[in-house]
T-cell receptor, first 116, second 111 residues
Framework: GAVVSQHPSWVICKSGTSVKIECRSL??????MFWYRQFPKQSLMLMAT?????????EQGVEKDKFLINHASLTLSTLTVTSAHPEDSSFYIC????????????FGSGTRLTVV | GQQLNQSPQSMFIQEGEDVSMNCTSS?????WLWYKQDPGEGPVLLIA?????ELTSNGRLTAQFGITRKDSFLNISASIPSDVGIYFC???????????FGAGTRLFVKA
């Protein structure tokens, strides 16, 4: 079945540094990838939608200059948290879709970001 | 914007009991999805529903797409300890691609 690989699974960084999270579709081409943020005991909040070869569409309230998304190929999307601060600490999850298969999106295993 | 109301928020049950949870919305969705999330992991798709009235099973799990297209339920029969986790419903309108998630139901199963 469709597999989405997300890396790293956890990262600790110093305040002010940038962190890159990768999301890869392993056995299918993902025309669209989604990035979510999840706080403890809360649901998934969509941050942005990225389409291969075009600029990402950010949800209201999400700073596009802080959360840089690149979807350079049909199998890779990256989320870079720039100048991270402690309030950016969260669980970040990507998902990917390929129209033509079932419409249930496949999720990565998530990245736990801790900014100290 | 579109919102899903998922209930109950949490459930504490004995092993072997059946479980039922549901999602309702004021908006219509074309697809309903049910996911399970284990701690520290991404959600895993359990069941996808594509047609109003559709009833679909996956092992001990059964889910239905409401006739009005504004609700869905998930049943788990004969629960076991590994059913513990957070269950999310999600609604999707294929034209917009976006998936709207419910707040989740935390399931605790006592052996």
């Amino acid at each position: 079945g469709a597999v989405v690989s997300q890396h790293p699974s956890w990262v600790i960084c110093k305040s002010g540094t940038s962190v890159k999270i990768e999301c890869r579709s392993l056995d299918f081409q993902a025309t669209t990838m989604f990035w979510y943020r999840q706080f403890p005991k809360q649901s998934l909040m969509l941050m942005a939608t990225s389409n291969e070869g075009s600029k990402a569409t950010y949800e209201q309230g999400v700073e596009k200059d802080k959360f840089l998304i690149n979807h350079a190929s049909l199998t890779l999307s990256t989320l870079t948290v720039t100048s991270a601060h402690p309030e950016d600490s969260s669980f970040y999850i990507c998902s990917a879709s390929f129209r033509g298969l079932d419409y249930g999106y496949t999720f990565g295993s998530g990245t736990r970001l801790t900014v100290v | 914007g579109q919102q899903l109301n998922q209930s109950p928020q949490s459930m504490f049950i004995q092993e072997g009991e059946d479980v039922s949870m549901n999602c309702t919305s004021s908006s219509i969705f074309n697809t309903w999805l049910w996911y399970k999330q284990d701690p520290g992991e991404g959600p895993v798709l359990l069941i996808a529903l594509y047609k109003a009235g559709e009833l679909t099973s996956n092992g001990r799990l059964t889910a239905q797409f409401g006739i009005t297209r504004k609700d869905s339920f998930l049943n788990i029969s004969a629960s076991i300890p590994s059913d513990v986790g957070i269950y999310f419903c999600a609604g999707l309108n294929t034209g917009g691609f976006k998936t709207i998630f419910g707040a989740g139901t935390r399931l605790f199963v006592k052996a």
